[in-house]
């Protein structure tokens, strides 16, 4: 290889380096980096019997899974924010607020349903990455079935509520 072809070859692999992590940023209205922030969260009612949309995360399993219809979002920061209801064989329910987040494939619990139908929020603050493991495959479910088309969301609130109405899993 000649001297020449050797400088073009590094002068091009110099551009790609410094041009790609640019391409990569989104950016704002000024040009500026944009910068993901999350939408302030606004706790919804309680969950009533008669909002509630079963959808099954695991065949084998005992526990019954349903989504809120009346309090399933989708916020300008791109989060499907909903209230999970689990209930066990036995009649035990387990309420809570989440929020999943397509782009990053991440979940994130906002509060906890008392017993009272009032709301304690989630003494943790942070998103956490949706595992697609054999047990809690209920947030793996969530996304993959009903939220998100790839890494974005797939659609408004209404198409996903009637997804998960029909049982029309995305895939």
Wanted: net charge positive; charged share 25%.
């Amino acid at each position: 290889m000649s001297l020449t072809m050797l400088l073009r070859s590094i002068a091009l692999l110099t551009t790609i380096f410094v041009a790609l992590p640019l391409c990569a940023q989104q950016e704002d209205a000024d040009g500026a980096p944009a910068v993901w922030q999350e939408t302030a969260v606004k706790l919804p009612a309680a969950p009533a019997k008669e909002n509630l949309l079963s959808f099954n995360p695991n065949a084998s399993g005992t526990m019954k899974f349903a989504i809120d219809a009346k309090s399933l979002t989708v916020e300008k920061d791109e989060v499907v924010r909903y209230t999970l209801v689990i209930t066990s064989a036995a009649g035990a329910s387990n309420v809570s607020y989440e929020g999943i987040r397509c782009k990053t494939m991440e979940k994130k619990a906002y509060a906890f349903g008392q017993a009272d139908n009032s709301w304690s929020l989630a003494k943790r603050d942070a998103w956490d990455a949706i595992a697609d493991g054999r047990v809690n495959r209920q947030h793996i479910t969530l996304a993959q079935d009903f939220f998100c088309d790839g890494s974005r969301v797939a659609g408004k609130a209404e198409n996903i509520i009637e997804r998960i109405r029909r049982n029309r899993p995305l895939k």
